[in-house]
């Protein structure tokens, strides 16, 4: 049997269809009302903190030029090594004579410079040496004049020879920043002698010149590190702060000038034997008289025309 369409039925349903779909309308739209209300209510995310400040410049201190070791000059020259390694000095390579002679004159400059009370033995030790072996430093010098005339046909050469030596010896062993070790190693030989006094001279001189000279060597390799130190912070901070250093001054100066070292004002003492002016240069031992200035830097050159 075929269906029968009716008019009423139809109507019906349609409607019924609308409303549904009304309905599923308002519903979706309210979720999503209800969405966004939430989204609204949720807290939101911090921001990302802020990226670090950038690194502070590190100022880079500028130290004090080097200083010369016992209050020595800025510029010196210092004894050449030999083959050996030993420093070529004055007192190198010595006959017997000739060191006992130096020895005396070592000894000389200690008893005139080195004064503290604490140094008496010295020059009480110098006279008893020479008082005991007079004879026997006679027959010393006798020999090494002796040989000064059979190298020089003029006797005034000759004498002008050995007095422009023996002056050098003096001047070496009077050098101011090395006295506080030279006092010290007179004054150990000193209190030997006094203790033990020895009437072989070449015996004595071998056992005790190595102590003198010890000083030296030690100050010769001092100055030697100062030079080195002072030619690193020169090549580095000279441009710029040099002209604060009074170091640096002189070392530019000095190659200016040729390599000329500044000179110490002495007094002198007239020694008996030889008639030789013998050093005497007042040293307060521990005291260093280099003035220490902070590190200014130069002024920039004014630009022409500003």
Excluded at 188 to 195: E, I, K, P, T
Excluded at 277 to 302: C, D
Aim: aromatic content about 8%; hydrophobic content about 40%.
């Amino acid at each position: 049997m075929n269906p029968v369409y009716h008019p009423s039925l139809s109507s019906i349903s349609t409607r019924e269809d609308t409303a549904t779909r009304r309905r599923s309308g308002v519903g979706f739209a309210t979720l999503l009302a209800g969405g966004a209300l939430l989204s609204a209510c949720a807290t939101p995310a911090p921001p990302p903190p802020p990226p670090p400040p950038p690194p502070a410049a590190v100022v880079e201190s500028v130290p004090y030029r080097p200083l010369p070791p016992g209050g020595a000059h800025y510029v010196m020259d210092l004894p050449p090594r030999g083959p050996d390694g030993r420093r070529v000095t004055v007192n190198s390579n010595l006959s017997d004579d000739q060191l006992v002679w130096n020895l005396r004159s070592a000894w000389n400059v200690a008893a005139l410079n080195c004064l503290s009370s604490e140094y008496e033995p010295i020059l009480d030790g110098y006279r008893a040496f020479l008082t005991s072996n007079v004879k026997s430093l006679k027959a010393v010098n006798d020999r090494i004049e002796k040989s000064y005339t059979s190298r020089f046909r003029v006797r005034r050469d000759a004498m002008v020879a050995r007095d422009g030596y023996t002056t050098q010896v003096y001047n070496f062993f009077a050098e101011p920043a090395a006295r506080a070790g030279f006092c010290r190693a007179a004054l150990d030989m000193a209190n030997r002698s006094l203790a033990a006094p020895s009437t072989d001279l070449v015996d004595f001189s071998r056992t005790n010149f190595d102590g003198l000279m010890a000083p030296f060597e030690q100050f010769f390799n001092e100055y030697e590190a100062y030079q080195q130190a002072s030619a690193a912070w020169d090549a580095r901070w000279g441009t710029l702060f040099g002209a604060s250093q009074p170091g640096w001054v002189a070392v530019q100066q000095a190659r200016a000038g040729g390599m000329t070292v500044p000179t110490v004002t002495t007094q002198t003492v007239t020694d008996p034997e030889t008639g030789l002016q013998v050093p005497v240069i007042p040293v307060n031992e521990g005291v260093v008289s280099q003035p220490i200035v902070e590190p200014i830097a130069a002024q920039p050159e004014a630009v022409s025309g500003q």
